[in-house]
């Protein structure tokens, strides 16, 4: 192990990695245990882990653990990442899309204000609510940008913080039109994913579900993880703590409650996780062709107003010429 932790070390050019590597090869050769080590860095490798490597090492299997927690570990980031990628896409249309109106209500729109003081007309109205528009910016843009940037710390420093917010915040996220669907179903998929891997490595299953609440990427679902655990602590079946919650659909708990009685719990779970993660990329793959040209559309109706509202004037002028 720590040849192969030096090995890893000497691989990276990232320092921060090498650092780690090397002070976990430290301690392994100085007797510690692997999990025991890994422990002073929470934030590279997670309970979930770290409950693994000590079961690998309890039972002296840890190389067919150190497998599955790679396995795992590639398709929970591989649907991370699709569901990131799902969330910005439209946040940069957007964010473009408010980048140029800005600039047009900053820079251009007064050009042409200038223009149209001389023509000693009245203005159509869509050319002189965008000319108001555009003087409020200009006077008011720190404050805008300020209640913006204030309202954005607010939110992510209460979200991290407090588990009111974060599970208000979560509850809200699965509601969502389109994307609350995905954000179900990717939870899902990290329930099932988790909780077979743990299950199936050894790990007893009360204590397998305290570390799936915290993998599941939600916080309503890690609630529901922390209910399972009591319910199925008390002497009930898997399937029956997870239909309580309300939380899961009735084909997996179908397949839970099948694997439980045939006792392919793991199978049964793991082809729950592969059906789901194949739901989410299905989902988000839909999603973005759906999104793509509705993007375009509403940046296109969002410039493109601001720019006829300047030449409605000039073509009202040309009609009457």
């Not at 396995?71 to 249309?93: D, F, S």
């Not at 007309?121 to 006077?139: C, G, H, K, M, Q």
Request: net charge neutral.
């Amino acid at each position: 192990i720590a040849q192969s932790y030096k090995a890893i070390a000497d691989g990276t050019d990232h320092p921060k990695v090498r650092e780690i590597f090397g002070a976990v090869r430290l301690d392994v050769e100085s007797g510690t245990a692997l999990s025991e080590a890994l422990q002073k860095f929470p934030r590279q490798f997670g309970p979930l882990y770290i409950s693994l490597v000590a079961v690998g090492e309890r039972s002296g299997n840890l190389d067919d653990l150190m497998d599955k927690v790679s396995l795992y570990m590639e398709n929970i980031e591989e649907i991370k990442a699709k569901v990131k990628g799902a969330l910005w896409y439209p946040a940069a249309v957007l964010a473009v899309g408010f980048i140029v109106s800005v600039l047009l209500l900053v820079f251009v729109i007064p050009q042409f204000e200038d223009l149209f003081s001389s023509f000693g007309a009245s203005l159509p109205a869509l050319t002189a609510i965008v000319i108001e528009l555009s003087r409020n910016f200009r006077d008011l843009w720190l404050q805008i940008f300020g209640i913006i940037i204030g309202a954005i710390i607010i939110i992510s420093m209460s979200y991290r913080r407090s588990e009111a917010m974060r599970y208000r915040v979560d509850r809200i996220a699965l509601r969502l039109p389109v994307f609350g669907i995905i954000f179900r179903k990717a939870a899902i998929s990290r329930f099932a994913r988790t909780l077979a891997t743990m299950f199936g490595s050894g790990v007893p299953l009360v204590d397998g579900l305290e570390s799936v609440a915290g993998a599941t990427g939600n916080r309503v679902y890690s609630d529901g993880c922390i209910s399972i655990r009591e319910v199925v602590s008390g002497g009930q079946s898997l399937s029956s703590a997870m239909s309580q919650t309300g939380l899961f659909p009735s084909m997996i708990l179908q397949m839970t409650s099948t694997g439980e009685e045939s006792g392919e719990l793991e199978t049964m779970l793991n082809k729950a996780a592969d059906f789901y993660e194949r739901e989410v990329r299905e989902a988000v793959d839909n999603m973005s062709k759906l999104i793509e040209p509705i993007m375009i559309s509403v940046l296109g109706g969002l410039v493109g107003t601001l720019v006829v509202a300047m030449y409605l004037p000039i073509f009202k002028m040309g009609s009457i010429m």
